[in-house]
């Protein structure tokens, strides 16, 4: 017997339609699968766990109150990116350009690059995303191995981008799912030997405590991406490119009209006039950080890698990863388990409040000593 899908005649033909229709790489795509969390605590996609204070919270309801949603958003969005630029000390002659989130910046830059036969390149592990949209958009993609350390493997960065001439190179500075930040020197030799665009994520600046903001006044081959998203502010969809006009000028072509919505602007322009309270946030998660560091690296079970991130990776012996991940869930925690190369075993945990780091670190030590 033939299931019901193969033997529906709408169906079929819907599928050989859709065979037709839609690209190979398209249907051969899984969706970006988002977990259902109710009720968990979440330590899986790098959140701010902090709301804000109360006074904070009532002057914010009166800004939102008054969002005229009849009208079109500032499509230049100039009130939100002046602010933006006098809070992120953007130098003056840097453009600024938004996404509704860094990841519609990724694909932004790509579509604008697509000259087929030029792949994107991009170390690996790294952000899924950057492999994910050159997939949508046909794009050939080369992954370069980080080394055992998870360290750029220069020389075999240097050699793919002479073999395969990327015409787009995405680093991530810090790295996810990683948590390190790559060597400057490195990143400035992988500037200089391409003669593509090299698009320097910095998702985690906040809580890195450096910026590579400074290269794109010595190269003009080099953007800054960077999101509001883990900082606090991930469910407004707020990405921001940093460049010369020439780059973003261009950019600015294939991007949506009114791609940041009203709220999202005026949201993200109160939430900014407030930097003080994000800066207190992200230096008790820092020191928290810190605090996770030392208590996972007192088990001898573990391999903890450093982080310059609100994230730590670490490695279970990879016989255990599924009942760690298990137990913790079993638990109502939620972790990342990692895949890829050299990430056997590798799991991601957000840097939560305290209460939340405890539960973490006391679950975690009930299920590696079952
Ligand atoms: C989370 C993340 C992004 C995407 O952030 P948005 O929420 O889309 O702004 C981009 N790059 C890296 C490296 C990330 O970890």
Known sequence: MSSVLDSDPAAVAASTVQKRTLRREIRELNAYV???????????????PYSWPESMREQWRRVLADVAVNRYPDAAAVRFKEQLRRTMAVPDGIEILLGNGSDEIIQIIQLASAVRQRPVLAPDPSFVMYRTIARWLGRPFVA????????????????????????????????????????TQHIEQI?????????????????????????????DNVVILRTLSKLGLAGLRLGYLLGSADWLREFDKVRMPYNINSFSQAGAEFALQHYDVFELQVQTLCAERQRLITAL??????????????????????DRSGSVHGGLVDRGILIKKLRGPRLDGCFRVTVGAPEQNDMFLASLGTVLER
């Open 34 to 48: 988002v977990p259902d969390s109710s009720g968990m605590l979440k330590l899986d996609a790098m959140e701010n």
């Open 144 to 183: 370069v191995a980080l080394d055992a350390q998870f360290s750029l493997d220069i020389w075999a960065m240097l050699e793919a981008i002479g073999r395969t001439e990327p015409n787009c190179v995405f680093i991530a500075s810090p790295n996810n799912p990683t948590g390190n930040l790559f060597a």
């Open 191 to 219: 500037i200089e030997a391409t003669d593509g665009l090299v698009v320097i994520d910095e998702a985690y600046q906040a809580f890195a405590g450096m910026s590579l903001m400074p290269l794109m006044a010595k190269y």
């Open 297 to 318: 690296r007192q088990r001898d079970a573990l391999e903890v890698y450093p982080s310059d991130t609100n994230f730590i990776m670490f490695r279970v012996p990879s």
